[in-house]
Every structure is written in structure tokens, then in C-alpha cells.
């Protein structure tokens, strides 16, 4: 089995500034150091890279959408304007699939949005689909991580594990 890695909208405006994620620098740890494992494992690392609209954080080529880690020379980026990669990509799934990868783990943000459909998109394109609880963030509608009070960080890392069991429950993923 060959495992690709997405790294999903690691991206400036969620990692850094006044839109972070709550706890970034402890998700940052976490996202480098699996992606480092990945890398040494010689696993493919896939970088997907959100559009926004004109005047959202992740506007392309704004300064929140530059991607937060810095893909290694032959790392493939993907750019999506859609929750899900494979929506945005249709020929994605074929070209992972002639490269020989049949497993997706997927990490990055945000759980209850991207993650989750781009789980979807990879599972329905034929991939088994991994999901550690550990590796995907969310936020609250947009409100600003210093204005989010420690009751809702509780309740981000709950709602991925809410993520998680969703799509254990409908087959999305395996445990």
C-alpha cells in the first residue's frame, strides 16, 4: 500500500494572526513533525492550497494564502476553489492513482470543512482514507482565535473527534 500525505490549507492566515486556529504553535509542531515522518519514509506529500474570494484571508497571492510550510522540490501543490480537492481537481484521484497510491492521510485544517469533504472526495475516488484526530484544526466561524474563549478551544477538539467519528460511522474512513 502506498500512503500519500495531504497537508490541507496549512496555510498563513490559520497558522499565524489574529484568524489562527486555537493552540496553532502546538498544531504546527504536530503538522511539521508528520511531515517530516513522511518525508523520510519517502511518502509522497501533497499540498493543497485553498482559493478564497477577492477580500477573504485566503485570497490568491495574499499574504494569508501562502502556504505555511514550505513544500520540498518535487511535492506536489494543488490549488482548490471547493471544500474538496478532488471536486476542484477532477483528474487528481487518476494521477494519484497511476503514481500507484491507494491511501490517503489526511491533516490540516479545517475539520468540520475541508477535511471532512476532501475525506469524502478520497474515499468516493476509491482511496482508504486515514484521520488522526491529533492532526486537523477548525475554528469558529471566523472569529478571531485571541477572542475565542478556552470552553470553545474544549469544543474545536471535540468537534474534530466529532469529525472523526462521523466518518468512521459512515465508512469513510477506517480505524
Same mark, same amino acid.
Given at each position: ?13 490559520? $497558522? *499565524? ?17 508528520? *511531515? ?9 506529500? *501533497? ?34 476553489? %471547493? ?22 492521510? *489526511?491533516?490540516? $485544517? ?11 472526495? !478520497? ?14 484544526? %477548525? ?6 482565535? %485571541? ?8 469544543? !474545536? ?14 465508512? %469513510?474512513?477506517?480505524?
Amino acid at each position: 500500500m502506498t500512503t500519500a500525505l495531504f497537508a490541507i490549507d496549512i496555510q498563513d492566515n490559520m $497558522m *499565524i494572526g489574529e484568524y489562527s486556529v486555537p493552540n496553532a504553535d502546538n498544531f504546527a509542531d504536530l503538522f511539521e513533525a508528520r *511531515i517530516s515522518s513522511a518525508r523520510a519514509a519517502n511518502q509522497p506529500v *501533497i499540498w493543497v492550497q485553498n482559493d478564497g474570494p477577492e477580500g477573504d484571508v485566503d485570497e490568491p497571492f495574499s499574504e494569508g494564502w501562502q502556504l505555511f510550510f514550505v513544500p520540498n522540490v518535487g511535492e506536489l501543490v494543488v490549488r482548490k476553489t %471547493t471544500q474538496n480537492v478532488f471536486e476542484s481537481n477532477p483528474e487528481l484521484a487518476d494521477q494519484l492513482k497511476q503514481q500507484g497510491i491507494d491511501e490517503i492521510e *489526511i491533516i490540516g $485544517m479545517q475539520s468540520e470543512f475541508c477535511v471532512r469533504a476532501s475525506a469524502r472526495g !478520497a474515499k468516493a475516488a476509491g482511496f482508504k482514507v486515514v484521520l488522526n484526530p491529533r492532526l486537523h484544526a %477548525t475554528f469558529h466561524d471566523g472569529t478571531p482565535a %485571541t477572542n475565542i474563549s478556552g470552553k470553545f478551544k474544549v469544543s !474545536a477538539s471535540e468537534l474534530a473527534a466529532q469529525v472523526r467519528a462521523d466518518l468512521l460511522a459512515e465508512g %469513510t474512513i477506517e480505524n
